[in-house]
């Protein structure tokens, strides 16, 4: 069965207060849906799904700029990204996004 998308807000947290789960789909702030959240537990897996979706969502935008930012994100020994990163992807993906500059090499 499809789950209907959720919201959201810009510290990961699902605005209706439920917890989140495997399989679970949101929406983005540009109005896309994010790809289910994993199965696994271990936070290595919620850390690449953060770094693939935050990159697809700016890819659809056309903010190349943060696309390869947040594509060649690595991740910490631990499997946890950095904080500055983590917080900076989920504020792009569920809170502010900047607007997007077309590149002066593009015509």
């Known amino acids: 069965m499809k789950r209907q998308p959720r919201h959201a807000n810009e ?3 699902a605005v209706d207060g439920k917890p989140i789960i ?3 789909v949101f929406y983005t702030r540009s ?3 994010t790809s289910p959240y994993p199965k696994q537990k271990r936070e290595k897996y919620s850390s690449e799904w953060l770094i693939v ?7 659809r935008r056309g903010d190349t700029w ?3 930012i947040f594509s060649n994100e690595t991740l910490l020994s631990d499997g946890r990204l950095p904080n500055a990163s983590r917080e900076s992807m989920l504020m792009y993906l569920f809170g502010e996004q900047p607007a997007v500059v077309k ?3 593009e015509s």
């Open 53 to 59: 979706n935050a990159s697809d969502e700016a890819r």
């Open 22 to 24: 495997p399989g679970d």
């Open 66 to 68: 943060n696309a390869r």
């Open 11 to 13: 510290e990961g947290r």
């Open 31 to 33: 109005g896309g849906v």
């Open 103 to 105: 590149s002066i090499f």
